[in-house]
């Protein structure tokens, strides 16, 4: 059960961290505004798959800023201890 323990993880920094978040958050504006300009004219499926891969980027930009936040709150928690 060692593999689930955090400290079998290997180190990633948190300014690399935060740039996969921006360039996430980055693409959702991206998709957004290319639909919202009209400089293509996609079908309703080419319109529902930007739209959806558009919310999936969002929610793993969310996820991994929420991830950033809870390890910072056990670090803080932890050393409290």
Do not use: C
């Amino acid at each position: 059960m060692s593999a689930l323990r955090s400290e079998s993880y290997a180190h990633v920094s948190r300014s690399v961290i935060l740039a996969v978040v921006a360039a996430n958050v980055l693409w959702v504006l991206g998709s957004l505004l290319l639909l919202l300009s009209g400089s293509l004219a996609p079908t309703t499926l080419g319109k529902s798959f930007i739209l959806g891969q558009a919310v999936a980027v969002a929610v793993f930009a969310y996820l991994e800023h929420d991830g950033l936040r809870r390890d910072r709150t056990a670090i803080e928690f932890e050393s409290a201890l």
